[in-house]
């Protein structure tokens, strides 16, 4: 269960999701009981009558940043850029950030690169893996070229022509209908198939819905390199839970309901506060917590979230909550009805 090969299946093509469903809440749903091992199809609006009042639902309410860059270098080879960090307009050098580069040839330490309106980057160090660190200039800011040009970070398994992300349809698509708290990279997707309507069913089912933030971070992109998963290591990410959401979390476990994660982020946070404290308590901190077979949960009762890519981290955490064989049931099964995987895809509820 520790061999990266576990977490290995073949996907046809044409179940990756290229676009979402046509409303939020229409996506597919896959209920998996773990103690029963059984399996039931749904829509994701069914929701409300597969769980219990006294649910308590946690989501992740960050906001994905537009923060891919087009631009070029100072010989006119074209570039792309993923700019990873996002700190306040006041923090010391907030305009010198690590990005990831996309080129042809990696440019070189001190030369230029040059982005829309008008804004100069400068390089500033190198790293491993295509990280590069860049001062940006100009008379706009880089949180404002990033407001105004930037397109979404879209998966690369999602293919657009011209600037992926850029389009209406994915600035408004890849973010959930709760999210407030910019900082991420890539979506909470678990979450994107909520809606407005659906959280107020849920409400009158005497389900509750909770907020905690993590900014998802650039390792959500990066491949596991290793044969032993247990030794894959995650970057770290930031998290937010505050009085409120401690508070119907520790009330929700004393009642002896369910807390249910919404994304495998959720997990992450809860798990990590509880490991820390004994105790979910308001708190600020980051991350970089590696879930795999035999980790004990002692939050999350339930999780609601998408289907991963093979080999992938997040496979291994859904794998340590169900179990990886009834996993692998899961998606095959999920293959054969022709449910839709990846970010813009179908859900599965592990109760």
């Given at each position: ?5 576990d977490y290995?299946y073949?996907?046809?093509e044409?179940?990756i999701a290229?676009?979402?469903a046509?409303?939020?809440d ?10 029963q091992?059984?399996?039931?199809d749904?829509?994701f609006?069914d929701l409300p ?6 649910d308590?639902?946690v989501?992740?309410n960050t906001r ?9 270098k ?7 850029i993923?700019?990873?960090e996002?700190?306040h307009?006041d ?14 040839k990696?440019?070189?330490k001190?030369s230029?690169l040059?982005f829309e309106c ?24 880089v949180?404002?070229l ?6 979404m ?5 999602i293919k ?5 992300g ?10 959930t ?11 909470p997707?678990?979450g994107?198939?909520f ?5 107020e069913k849920l ?5 509750s819905?909770?907020e905690?933030?993590l ?5 959500t992109?990066q491949p596991v390199?290793v044969?032993d998963?247990?030794n894959h290591k995650?970057?770290?990410e930031t998290y ?5 959401t ?6 929700t ?7 249910i994660a919404v ?19 308001p708190n600020r901190g980051k991350?970089d917590l590696l879930i ?10 339930g999780l ?10 997040l496979?291994?955490?859904?794998s340590?909550?169900a179990?990886l064989e009834l996993i692998?049931?899961a ?9 839709r ?5 179908d859900?599965m509820l592990?109760?």
């Open positions: 269960m520790f061999n990266i090969e290995n073949n996907l046809p044409e179940l290229q676009t979402p046509s409303s939020r229409r996506s597919l749903l896959l209920v998996v009981e773990r103690f091992k059984s399996f039931s749904h829509y609006f009558g597969l769980l219990e009042p006294g308590l639902l989501v992740n994905v940043i537009p923060a891919k860059l087009f631009g070029r100072e010989s006119g080879g074209k570039i792309e993923l700019v990873l996002h700190p307009s923090a010391p050098r907030a305009n010198t950030r690590w990005c990831l580069l996309k080129s042809s990696r440019p070189k001190g230029r040059f008008n804004v100069l980057g400068i390089v500033e160090d190198l790293g491993d893996n295509g990280f590069i660190q860049i001062t940006f200039q100009g008379m706009s800011s949180d404002s990033l407001k105004n040009k930037g397109c970070p879209l998966p690369a398994y657009r022509d011209g600037r992926a850029h389009s209406r349809m994915d600035r408004e698509r890849y973010q209908v709760f999210s407030c708290k910019g900082g991420a990279v890539a979506a997707t678990a994107l198939h809606t407005k309507e659906l959280i409400n009158q089912a005497g389900v819905l909770v905690l933030t900014n998802v971070g650039h390792g992109f390199r044969k998963i247990r995650l970057g770290e937010i839970i505050d009085q409120d401690a508070d119907a979390i520790n009330s476990k004393k009642e002896g309901k369910r807390v994304g495998t982020t959720v997990v992450r946070a809860l798990e990590t506060v509880m490991g820390e404290k004994g105790k979910i308590a991350t795999t077979p035999g980790f004990r949960f002692k939050v999350v009762d609601i979230t998408n289907f991963h890519l093979p080999k992938s981290s496979l291994f955490l859904v340590a909550f179990g692998r049931k998606y095959h099964r999920a293959i054969g009805k022709r449910y995987f990846y970010s813009y895809g859900a592990i109760i």
